[in-house]
């Protein structure tokens, strides 16, 4: 079992509507977690932070469930420029420290 | 801030010879990663930094490969002799600090090993 896994996509949207995408992580002792983007052939940048309360970032919101170690994004009104790879996080930090990446989820939107 | 700079961008070599990257993390980072990244792997984490010192290379695939960094501004990623299963594109990236803080990657270096 793969330490995180995530939707395999792609993902096929229309503008407007609202996509969801989750993510699980295996090791219990994972300690923060983040969404990135990446666009292709670029590099990955940080969409946003993932808190155990929930976060909320405009159209964009995350959520962690730490009891079923689960991450979920959820993108709202969608955007022709939401089409991107979205990658899920990990940072293992007992005895040590890792990140660990998601092998991402393709998201097109389409007009 | 010039944000993370990697060079060169592109790289061709053929198989057997000395490949090196390098990076400059962001001014004032005290953490900087190493990352590969392939179509059949994703993105792994090859190596970090903490304050110019290795903490962690469990990631680095073989004794082919080595990083250092000799001071808080350059990093080096040095494949010896270079294989065709190497090709992929290398990040760098580095971050205020290693435990919870973003990381910001540069612009990658594109490894072609024929």
């Known amino acids: 079992r793969k330490e995180v896994e995530q939707d395999p996509g792609p993902f096929n949207v229309p503008e407007g509507a609202t996509v969801a995408f989750n993510c699980t992580y295996s090791?219990?002792?994972?300690?923060?977690f983040f969404w990135y983007r990446q666009d292709c052939r670029k590099e990955p940048k940080l969409l946003m932070s993932v808190y155990s309360s929930g976060n909320e970032d405009g159209r964009f919101t995350a959520q962690l469930n730490r009891a079923s170690q689960y991450i979920s994004l959820l993108i709202r009104d969608s955007k022709l420029s939401d089409s991107a790879t979205y990658l899920c996080?990990?940072?293992?930090?007992?005895?040590?420290?890792?990140?660990?990446f998601g092998a991402g989820t393709r998201l097109f939107v389409k007009a | 801030d010039a944000g993370v700079i990697q060079s060169p961008r592109h790289e061709v070599t053929e198989m057997g010879q000395e490949v090196t990257l390098r990076c400059k993390p962001i001014s004032g980072h005290n953490s900087l990663f190493w990352y590969r990244q392939t179509m059949m792997r994703g993105l792994e984490l090859l190596i970090y930094?903490?304050?110019?010192?290795?903490?962690?290379d469990s990631g680095m695939p073989e004794d082919r490969f080595s990083a250092k960094m000799p001071n808080a501004s350059f990093s080096t990623l040095k494949i010896q002799p270079s294989e065709p299963r190497d090709s992929a594109v290398y990040f760098c990236?580095?971050?205020?600090?290693?435990?919870?803080?973003?990381?910001?990657f540069g612009p990658g270096t594109r490894l072609t090993v024929t």
């Open positions: 930094f903490n304050n110019n010192v290795p903490i962690d």
């Open positions: 090791n219990s002792a994972s300690q923060s």
């Open positions: 990236a580095s971050s205020l600090k290693v435990r919870d803080y973003e990381q910001y």
């Open positions: 996080v990990v940072n293992k930090g007992t005895g040590g420290f890792k990140t660990i």
